[in-house]
């Protein structure tokens, strides 16, 4: 099943993932967008006129994904201005969304790259993921 956003379009089936998990993504203008979903909610719960609206206005929100990058980052050694490229979208049921900037060239950090969360058009956090622990334990 794809899932349409307005005035985006349509986002395919992602096939390998985790059980109680949904996901969809599409590529366009050069960003990755998913939209997950983790049970017990379903795509009922998606918002996709609010998705719609984000993704319409990408271009403001990525430069202000870009200012929070900026100040979480600029004191670390070897930041400069194209330290992160690579943005992905990841839409969940609300209001909350992320960027995640995929690359991040500032010494130290992980192959995660750097988050940025927004609640609605606002940031409300950045993680530069470098204390996430991929071993298993």
């Known amino acids: 099943m794809t ?3 307005p005035g985006f379009g349509e986002l395919t089936p992602v096939d390998h993932v985790p059980e109680g998990v949904a996901c969809w993504n599409a590529t366009a203008a050069g ?3 998913s939209v997950l979903v983790e049970e017990p909610a379903t795509t009922d ?3 996709l006129p609010f998705i719609g609206s984000v993704l319409r206005d990408r271009d403001r929100l990525l430069a202000t994904a870009h200012q929070a990058v900026a100040g ?3 004191d ?5 201005p194209d330290a992160v490229s690579g943005p992905e979208f990841t839409f ?8 995640r900037f995929a690359e991040c060239r500032v010494p130290g950090f992980t192959e995660l790259g750097v988050v ?3 609640h609605g058009a606002d940031v409300v956090g950045v993680d530069d993921l ?3 622990d991929l071993t298993d334990e």
Do not use: C, E, N, Q
């Not at 670390?76 to 400069?80: A, F, W």
């Open 3 to 5: 899932i349409t956003i």
């Open 31 to 33: 960003a990755s967008v």
């Open 45 to 47: 719960d998606l918002d």
């Open 72 to 74: 979480h980052l600029r």
């Open 76 to 80: 670390r050694p070897g930041y400069g």
């Open 92 to 99: 969940h049921p609300g209001r909350d969304w992320l960027v």
């Open 116 to 118: 940025v969360v927004f």
């Open 130 to 132: 470098a204390d996430v």
